[in-house]
């Protein structure tokens, strides 16, 4: 009952946030709507009980890459506020975009059997009490109706940490042998983002040094 | 069973509450004690919030004074002048709420109470005792900095839409510095968190109980050194001098709150002062035994947990539990504001240093002292262990612990303390 009352307040928050980042023109409003938006979601995520993934979302997106955002706008700025006016081809491209990944989206999601996984994880119904789990564990024990029990009691932070290097819990214990964890495309993934913040800061430096004006006192 | 330690969700409990005729009226009433426990204890968690910066800001002006060869406040309120900072509230409460008519109304508003809500986030999975946190996460450590990095996102917001050039420079600053001064901090609280094994700050707490060394400070060199790092880091982070060019006041008039007036202006303090708080809590958690006051009587005083069963006639209320939870957050409370007193004290004896001297504070010393230091304490139990065949120089190794811990929680555990879970229910 609070749970569903809270998932459709954070879930309307989530669109109505999506939506004004669209709708607005100046910058940084659009940034303080991407704020509502994508904390939502992060409030979703704890609703679902996984932790680390909101506090991910938390960090990376709300913590990171808005204050980069409003910072850039912030150094590159010539107006008091940056306005940005969509031109219709541009907001042609942008929906023809944005209703692909719709698209692309609503068929995978409606490809799951969704009655196979629900059947799989322990349902929490709002009589159950936290005895319920257990006992519905103890009716079938499969692998993965265990590791999901074990991800309410304990949380998700050390299976992720756990699959991260290959112990994967989201395996059943029948197929013997580590699974590929994700350790190289994570540093795959780093590497690239050093790369492009190496390139960026080259870029930077480059820009200012053919204009020694411009520099404002800022580094 | 009873209704106290049966109902463990919100819902549920509202669900027997409105249906009194399956279990009968004492059921009922032990539901609203339910329901008033976790009232108290959650605008006691708010009162926490709320009157840690009044404490704080008197603080702030009777050390001022002193070391300015001062007595700071001294009349409102009695002999100390403690009522001053209650005075200036009513003041700042009566002011009007100005809103230029350069700025951007609508986030102009919205930007304090962005800080403010973020402030005290933090302080809803910030653990005050062993078993005493609004929201117990299994990953907190990480929760923590995810939720005290949104601060800065609404001072940067407020300067840029005060309309104001001081406000714009003053939060172009604070972005530049935290931007920077968050990658050497989270490294640093790597140190202990990687000592630990765990993002969860009971572990955490707990694997730093009995005597003083066994605090995560003196576990190696290298998270010795790392404290210090962390704490400097600390104190840019909630943009206290010497790093407070967020809001310098000599030159850039208020910095990023200029333009702000009355209650807007006041809860920016109280989000900075309840900052403070909450990374000095954090310090004291990862590095200073949190909630173990380091002398051992946190452990005589623990063994009252589960005491005193059934006390005031509320079955599964522990006396003894609350007594020591009491105990520890009254222990981690007072080394909160221990470190606090440091970092006013360092605000008044320092000078404000210039925007590039902080950014090559971080960029050249910091970041690189702090990687070497991770490095250092990764490689620390290796060594230990090759030569010593011990990953650790005293105290019990992680193992260990977690096998102490497991024939803990294999006993049969005292009902949890009603209060813990009316806390992590009310809050979320």
């Known amino acids: 009952m609070i749970e569903q009352l809270l998932f459709w307040i954070f879930a309307t928050l989530a669109c109505v946030g999506a ?25 979703l995520f704890f609703l679902l009980s996984a932790d680390f993934l909101g506090a991910a979302q938390l960090l990376i997106y709300v913590g990171g890459t808005v204050v980069l955002l409003v910072f850039g706008v912030m150094l590159t700025a010539s107006g008091p506020y940056v306005r940005i006016r ?16 719709l698209y692309v989206m609503i068929s995978a999601i409606s490809n799951v059997d969704w009655g196979e996984l629900t059947a799989s994880i322990p349902i929490e119904s709002p009589a159950a009490s936290t005895k319920a789990p257990d006992e519905a564990a103890q009716v079938t024990p499969s692998p993965r109706r265990m590791a999901s029990v074990e991800w309410q009691k304990r949380g998700t932070v050390r299976p992720l940490g756990l699959g991260f290097v290959g112990l994967r819990s989201d395996r059943d214990a029948g197929q013997s042998g580590l699974a590929p964890g994700f350790f190289l495309p994570f540093e795959i993934v780093s590497i690239h983002l050093l790369v492009v913040l190496v390139g960026a800061a080259y870029l930077a430096r480059a820009k200012r040094r053919v204009v020694p004006a411009d520099s404002q006192g800022l580094p | 069973m009873n209704g106290i330690v049966a109902s463990l969700t919100l819902e549920e409990f509202l669900n027997n509450l409105l249906q009194p005729s399956k279990g009968g009226s004492t059921d009922t009433i032990a539901l609203i004690a339910f329901l008033l426990a976790a009232l108290i204890h959650a605008s006691l968690l708010l009162g926490l919030f709320g009157g840690l910066p009044v404490f704080y800001i008197w603080l702030e002006r009777k050390v001022a004074g002193r070391i300015q060869d001062r007595l700071g ?49 933090a302080f809803m999975v910030l653990p005050l005792s062993d078993g005493w946190v609004a929201v117990t996460s299994e990953s907190g450590a990480f929760l923590i900095f995810a939720l005290m990095s949104m601060e800065v996102l609404g001072i940067i917001l407020a300067g840029y839409s005060s309309g104001s050039k001081w406000a714009l420079f003053g939060a172009m600053r604070e972005a530049a510095q935290m931007v920077s001064y968050e990658i050497p901090m989270a490294i640093c609280a790597l140190i202990p968190l990687m000592i630990a094994g765990s993002l969860n700050f009971q572990t955490i707490g707990r694997m730093q109980g009995g005597v003083f060394w066994n605090w995560f400070i003196f576990h190696d060199p290298f998270a ?89 006639y509320i079955q599964g209320f522990s006396l003894g539990t609350y007594l ?59 060594v230990l262990a090759s030569t ?11 193992g260990e612990i977690r096998e102490a811990d497991r024939r803990v929680t294999a006993q049969p555990q005292p009902p949890r303390n009603s209060t813990i879970a009316a806390r992590e229910e009310v809050a979320r």
Request: glycine share 8%; hydrophobic share 55%.
């Open chain 1, 19 to 43: 939506i004004a980042v669209v709708a607005t023109q100046n910058v940084v409003r659009m940034a303080f709507w991407l704020v509502i938006s994508l904390g939502s979601v992060a409030a």
């Open chain 1, 86 to 101: 969509t031109t219709p081809p541009e907001m042609l491209m942008g929906a023809a975009a944005g209703g692909l990944l």
């Open chain 2, 73 to 121: 406040p001294t009349r409102v309120g009695g002999s100390f002048g403690w009522l001053q900072t209650i005075a200036d509230g009513i003041k700042l409460i009566q002011k009007e709420d100005l809103v230029p008519k350069e700025a951007d109304g609508l986030v102009f508003r919205m930007s304090p109470y962005l800080a403010t809500i973020a402030s005290f986030a």
């Open chain 2, 224 to 312: 010795f050194i790392a404290f210090f790092c962390y704490f400097i880091t600390a104190t840019a982070s909630v943009k206290r001098a010497p790093f407070d060019l967020a809001e310098a006041e000599s030159e850039l008039v208020a910095g990023f709150h200029t333009e702000y007036s009355g209650f807007r202006w006041s809860i920016f303090f109280l989000a900075e002062y309840s900052s403070m708080f909450a990374v000095s809590a954090i310090a004291a958690i990862l590095f200073l035994g949190g909630w173990n006051d380091g002398l051992g009587i946190s452990d005589a005083v623990n063994t009252l947990r589960g005491q005193w069963m059934d006390a005031f």
């Open chain 2, 324 to 382: 020591a939870n009491l105990f520890g957050a009254a222990v981690l409370i007072f080394k909160g504001c221990a470190l606090v007193f440091v970092q006013i004290w360092v605000r008044w004896t320092l000078p404000r240093l210039r925007i590039d001297q902080v950014m090559s504070t971080c960029l050249k010393y910091l970041v690189p002292i702090s990687c070497g230091l991770f490095l250092m304490a990764v490689l620390w139990p290796l």
């Open chain 2, 388 to 398: 010593f065949q011990r990953p650790v120089l005293g105290g019990p190794a992680l």
